[in-house]
């Protein structure tokens, strides 16, 4: 298979995984939710007050998350499909479970930025063969740009584990 064939396979795959994603993120369905390439993970130890759930905790979230509850234990999340300001697109989705000990913050990859990222890595490999000043510059601002939505979305949810460790018992967060 040639690189042009492999482009136009991959174009309508990319768009289709992108369609599929947004169908599942908008539905709310749970195993989108609860399983992917996870790429943050974070336990909170401690305990919620007796009368408190973890949706109580995520409803008066400031990070700008959408959460769903899938039940006492379980909230999904994601940022809104639309933005109406100048943010990094969004790289993850995610869990937030809760065992009765300590809470936990899964972010799992979206899967329209990852497949976009192969396309567009594919058509850089493709540069390369013909020039390779063109490929780097082509490819510097895309790795760029990875980045920083990265890094952007890795502090909204680190402010999230912030507001939920405010809310438990034992104030102590420990990286995992």
Same mark, same amino acid.
């Given at each position: ?11 309508? #795959? ?19 939710? &609860? ?42 999340? &994601? ?34 930025? #990852?497949?976009?990222? #192969? ?23 895309? #790795? ?33």
């Amino acid at each position: 298979m040639d690189l042009i064939s492999a482009f136009r396979f991959l174009i309508p #795959v990319a768009a289709a995984i992108g369609v599929g994603e947004v169908i599942a993120s908008v539905i709310w369905l749970p195993i989108y939710f &609860r399983h992917g390439v996870q790429i943050y993970h974070r336990e909170i130890h401690g305990e919620l007050e007796s009368t408190r759930e973890l949706s109580d905790i995520t409803a008066c979230s400031n990070t700008g998350f959408l959460f769903r509850s899938v039940n006492a234990q379980e909230v999904i999340f &994601r940022d809104p499909l639309i933005h109406f300001s100048f943010r990094a697109p969004p790289w993850m989705h995610g869990l937030l479970s809760y065992d009765g000990s300590k809470c936990e913050l899964l972010g799992l990859a979206n899967w329209t930025p #990852v497949s976009f990222g #192969v396309l567009f890595m594919m058509f850089g490999i493709f540069a390369f063969v013909e020039t390779e000043f063109t490929a780097l510059a082509m490819l510097a601002p895309f #790795v760029a740009l990875w980045m920083w939505s990265y890094q952007a979305q890795k502090r909204q949810l680190d402010d999230l584990v912030d507001e939920i460790t405010a809310n438990l018992k034992t104030n102590t967060a420990v990286m995992s």
